[in-house]
Each structure stands twice: as structure tokens, then as C-alpha cells.
């Protein structure tokens, strides 16, 4: 079964307003989770670290303040998309290495769309 | 990380095997060799990983070569379901703290044709 959940798989919004994507590690603890987009026919970009109880790590020309990133617990990572714009439709990816074991896991992808 | 070079796409007859190539000539000796894929519209599935043995599980089996310079997965008998592209990742493994990210190439994108 998914050790890796993410919230929603699909949502669709309108210009100019936020959607919240959640991250859960089901069956261990996430210390360190990361936060990956997908565009059409291209490979996974990294955007961001996401660190519990500390500030994520975000990847060149990502902008920190659009893509918000909150690791409140050590299952738990969110990533808001603030004042979505048509241009921020993708496919987002949340990743989580369970520490015991040598692979990391990724959740279902929510598939954004900003119309 | 080492640099990766794989095929950009492969076709396979379906219930034969599809052997997935990955060359890795710069690989470090504490670098793993990590095969991943991912399904249309899904989020990336570990399939295996190894250092230098071959190694098999339940999804696949990776050989890699003596020198380490390449490898190559191999699904003993593909189905439709294992159409996907198929992602070769080289890296130190990270037991304890995991904190670092994958990196993602083009990889390969597999078709099994009925």
C-alpha cells in the first residue's frame, strides 16, 4: 500500500486564489520531504525541501513566496500555491525517504489546474 | 550525483522480457544504482536499487557490471500495466537522514505492445 499520500489528486481553481496540496508519510516519520512539478512531457523539476519545524529549502527560480511550504509535523508537509495563475497548472509531486530503509517513496501527484 | 545516459524510448512485446539499459560511467564506489518509474499521471514507484551485486525482487532484477560503468533492469515477463517511463538514479545512499532529494533525467520511456 502508498506509504507516501498526498491531497488532493486533482483540483481545479480559479485565477488568482490559493489551493492547499497536503503530503502525509502513512507509516514512518518524515524529518525531510520534498516537493517536485511536472509539466507535460518533461521530467520531475525539484521546487523545494520541506524541513520539519524549519524553513524549506527552495530550488533556483522557484519563488518561496508563491509556493508555500509548511512542515508542521513529521508526517505531514503542505504546499499552498498562492494567487494561482494559468501558467502554475501542472502535475505536483510530494516525495519522503523513510529513514530505516534506503528508498524514497512519492505520493499520488495532484494534478493543478489554474483556469 | 553521477550522471545517468539512457535510451529515450523502448518498445517490448508483451509477457517478454524487457531488458531497460543505464549507463553510468562516472558512478563513485558509495554511489547505488536506483531504478524508479512512473506510470501516466502517477507519482514515481521504487522498483530496486544495488551497489554491485545483481540483485532481484518481486518487480524486476538489476544487473550491474562488473567495472559498475552501466547496468540494466529487467522485467522478466512485461505486461500492459508496465508501460511507464523508467528512471535510472545514481546516488549515495542516505539510510539515516534522507535528505536529499532524487534527481530526475529524461529517462526511458517504455511501451509494451500487445
Known amino acids: 500500500g502508498a506509504v507516501v499520500s498526498q491531497h488532493p489528486s486533482r483540483v481545479i481553481c480559479k485565477s488568482g486564489t490559493s489551493v492547499k496540496i497536503e503530503c502525509r508519510s502513512l507509516?514512518?516519520?518524515?524529518?525531510?520531504m520534498f516537493w517536485y512539478r511536472q509539466f507535460p512531457k518533461q521530467s520531475l523539476m525539484l521546487m523545494a525541501t520541506?524541513?520539519?519545524?524549519?524553513?524549506?529549502?527552495?530550488e533556483q527560480g522557484v519563488e518561496k513566496d508563491k509556493f508555500l511550504i509548511n512542515h508542521a509535523s513529521l508526517t505531514l508537509s503542505t504546499l499552498t500555491v498562492t494567487s494561482a495563475h494559468p501558467e502554475d497548472s501542472s502535475f505536483y509531486i510530494c516525495?519522503?525517504?523513510?529513514?530505516?530503509?534506503?528508498?524514497?517513496?512519492f505520493g499520488q501527484g495532484t494534478r493543478l489546474t489554474v483556469v | 550525483d553521477a550522471k545517468t545516459t539512457q535510451p529515450p524510448s523502448m518498445d517490448c512485446a508483451e509477457g517478454r522480457a524487457a531488458n531497460l539499459p543505464c549507463n553510468h560511467s562516472?558512478?563513485?564506489?558509495?554511489?547505488?544504482v536506483y531504478w524508479y518509474r512512473q506510470i501516466h499521471s502517477q507519482g514515481p514507484q521504487y522498483i530496486i536499487h544495488g551497489l554491485k551485486n545483481n540483485e532481484t525482487n518481486e518487480m524486476a532484477s538489476l544487473i550491474i557490471t562488473e567495472d559498475r560503468k552501466s547496468s540494466t533492469l529487467i522485467l522478466p515477463h512485461a505486461t500492459l500495466r508496465d508501460t511507464a517511463v523508467y528512471y535510472c538514479i545514481v546516488r549515495v545512499a542516505e539510510m539515516d537522514t534522507g535528505r536529499r532529494a532524487l534527481t530526475f533525467g529524461s529517462g526511458t520511456r517504455l511501451q509494451v505492445q500487445p
Open positions: 516525495s519522503a525517504r523513510d529513514p530505516s530503509r534506503g528508498e524514497a517513496f
Open positions: 562516472t558512478i563513485s564506489g558509495n554511489e547505488y
Open positions: 507509516d514512518f516519520q518524515a524529518t525531510t
Open positions: 520541506s524541513n520539519e519545524g524549519s524553513k524549506a529549502t527552495y
